[in-house]
């Protein structure tokens, strides 16, 4: 069994630490992601809290009118039914909020972490074919890249949107270059992709075709698409 090849590294570039150092701007700070857990807490306490009184409610009214017995907010019961209802209502809360800090990273931390690592990982890739997808109001440009890694037969699809081209007046010398060549490069601990570096020939052919979607369904910047590379027109341009 062959070994994997270790991965290639190298230090961070002034453009790339400046995409860093946005990004890292952008988040919240741990702090600020307590208070909104608590926040959200509070929130979600008070709903489920009002789901609870409403279902307390229509139950009453409904063994009111089958039954002699009476649950209502008027009743002896009141007293005990409502204490049981705030607490189940907390622990929904709580454990929505424990679930949620346990499943979303702390992308500050990590950005950080990568900020004073100061390295980036280089993934390459050999493009095998282009298809650009033009969004039709503002212009800009989605690529989907057929990669093939070094030797390693199996392709993956990848998304690239060129930012340049959804501005209004464009820098004809900062839109992307599709070459034969892409290295991603990677934050290694945030895992945000810091540039996208092409290199080699250029691509001799590129299909164009309309981005007609809905902006909800098109793929994220700089990921990984689950889709077949002879689909993509069928499945984006509508």
Not at 82 to 106: H, Q, R
Not at 152 to 180: C, F, G, M, W
Request: hydrophobic content about 40%.
């Amino acid at each position: 069994m062959k070994a994997s090849e270790p991965l290639k590294s190298r230090t961070l570039s002034e453009q790339e630490k400046n995409h860093l150092t946005q990004a890292l701007s952008s988040l919240p700070v741990p702090r600020k992601r307590y208070l909104k857990a608590a926040l959200n807490t509070s929130v979600f306490w008070v709903f489920s809290l009002a789901i609870f009184c409403i279902v307390w409610f229509i139950s009453s009214l409904l063994i009111a009118a089958f039954t002699e017995f009476d649950i209502g907010i008027s009743s002896d019961y009141a007293k005990h039914i409502f204490p049981i209802i705030i607490l189940i209502a907390g622990f929904f809360a709580i454990n929505s909020t424990k679930k949620w800090l346990a499943t979303s990273e702390n992308d500050y931390a990590l950005v950080k972490a990568d900020l004073k690592a100061q390295q980036v990982v280089l993934d390459t890739y050999q493009v095998i074919e282009s298809k650009c997808f033009k969004e039709p109001e503002h212009g800009g440009l989605l690529y989907f890249l057929l990669l093939k890694a070094p030797h390693n037969e199996t392709t993956k699809v990848r998304a690239i949107y060129d930012y340049e081209s959804q501005k209004k007046d464009p820098d004809i010398k900062s839109l992307l270059s599709i070459t034969h060549q892409i290295t991603i490069c990677t934050a290694p601990q945030s895992k945000l992709v810091v540039s996208n570096q092409f290199s080699g020939q250029a691509m001799g052919k590129i299909s164009y075709f309309a981005l007609t979607t809905e902006p909800e369904n098109w793929p994220q910047p700089n990921s990984w698409v689950n889709s077949d590379w002879h689909t993509l027109q069928q499945k984006f341009e509508i």
